[in-house]
């Protein structure tokens, strides 16, 4: 059987889909569905059992769980960087994924997780994921620092040489609908297209950088997956990794695509930024995929303009997931 926390979510879904397609269905789905639509993400998905978040940490902690697990994804978490809930946030993200890590060491299960770009906060440190700047980092939210500190008790305690660890950049695409607030800008500008209005950026406030180019490393959600399924296929790749492009491009450049895609002529309109963001606001991200690239195979992945036009014209437009 494959654990996979997170499997309704945004990212956990497209791995499930990725898993059924390679024949795989003895997968234990561990969620929390709410009343919300995230439920959605699990139809027409194969899958053994669902349960749900807290009653499977307690069958963790009481020894209830069968040994007989593959692999362990744990892509359930908390991620909304406005979260402000911290003790939530230490609970369900960082206390959480120890429990489970541990519980998947002491029965030598792998182990794969995901970790965040949030870690680098405002990206003075750079993007390395060497482990020597690891310990370094500073977040700018308690979302990241929950991840982070997740992050430095597995490199304290010597174990990034026995799980494998992913810090996603910005992920967008299929199955991320119910996200609320966090979902990608391609799905709010899709919206705000289709309702007549321009694509609503915020505006710059450092100097030297304009409106809209402030840069993301955006990559395409089927890519990302292709990576988890690499590590799962490959399980001596253990450390903790960037998973990004490793390219970044501009906000600007993102809804000038989604445009493109709509056969739109742009129409971009610059907004005031809300005061509480301004001082956590990342001005550039861009991963460094050397240390991924050296362990794994080099990736190719879909440039952001073929990838929004996928995502825009195979899904949007038509509500689909994947």
């Known amino acids: 059987m494959i654990i996979l926390t997170g499997g309704a979510g945004f990212i956990g879904s497209c791995l499930l889909e990725r898993l059924n397609r390679e024949g795989l269905d003895d997968i234990l789905v561990v969620d929390h569905l709410g009343t919300g639509e995230k439920w959605k993400n699990l139809r027409g998905k194969r899958f053994a059992e669902y349960m749900d978040k807290e009653e499977f940490?307690?069958?963790?902690?009481?020894?209830g769980l069968e040994a007989s697990v593959e692999a362990v994804f744990h892509l359930g978490a908390c991620s909304s960087t406005t979260e402000t809930d911290a003790g939530y946030l230490m609970q369900n993200n960082t206390q959480y994924s120890?429990?489970?890590?541990?519980?998947?060491?002491?029965?030598?299960?792998?182990?794969?997780?995901?970790s965040s770009a949030a870690t680098y906060g405002d990206g003075g440190l750079g993007?390395?994921?060497?482990?020597?700047?690891?310990?370094?980092?500073?977040?700018?939210?308690?979302?990241?620092?929950?991840?982070?500190?997740?992050?430095?008790?597995a490199l304290r305690n010597g174990l990034l040489s026995q799980i494998t660890g992913f810090k996603f950049f910005n992920v967008f695409g299929p199955n991320e609908y119910h996200k609320g607030d966090m979902k990608s800008l391609v799905?709010?500008?899709?919206?705000?297209?289709?309702?007549?209005?321009?694509?609503?950026?915020f505006k710059s406030?450092?100097?030297?950088?304009?409106?809209?180019?402030?840069?993301?490393?955006?990559?395409?959600?089927?890519?990302?997956?292709?990576?988890?399924w690499y590590a799962f296929k490959n399980p001596d790749l253990k450390g903790l990794f960037n998973l990004g492009t490793?390219?970044?491009?501009?906000?600007?450049?993102?809804?000038?695509?989604?445009?493109?895609?709509?056969?739109?002529?742009?129409?971009?309109?610059?907004i005031d930024m809300p005061e509480a963001l301004r001082g956590k606001y990342?001005?550039?991200?861009?991963?460094?995929?050397?240390?991924?690239?050296?362990?794994?195979?080099?990736f190719e992945f879909t440039p952001l303009e073929e990838a929004v036009k996928d995502y825009v014209q195979n899904y949007l437009d038509s509500e689909s997931y994947l």
């Open 57 to 63: 940490l307690d069958t963790v902690v009481q020894g």
């Open 98 to 114: 120890r429990l489970l890590a541990q519980w998947a060491l002491d029965s030598r299960v792998p182990f794969l997780y995901a």
């Open 127 to 153: 993007y390395s994921d060497d482990d020597r700047v690891t310990p370094t980092l500073k977040p700018l939210n308690m979302y990241g620092f929950s991840k982070q500190l997740f992050d430095d008790w």
């Open 187 to 201: 799905v709010k500008a899709h919206a705000q297209v289709l309702s007549g209005g321009p694509i609503r950026l």
């Open 205 to 228: 406030y450092r100097e030297g950088i304009a409106h809209g180019e402030q840069v993301r490393d955006f990559i395409y959600v089927k890519d990302a997956v292709e990576v988890l």
């Open 246 to 270: 490793g390219r970044a491009r501009s906000w600007n450049s993102l809804a000038t695509a989604v445009f493109a895609a709509m056969g739109r002529k742009p129409d971009i309109e610059y």
């Open 282 to 298: 990342q001005y550039h991200t861009q991963a460094d995929t050397r240390k991924l690239f050296a362990s794994a195979r080099e």
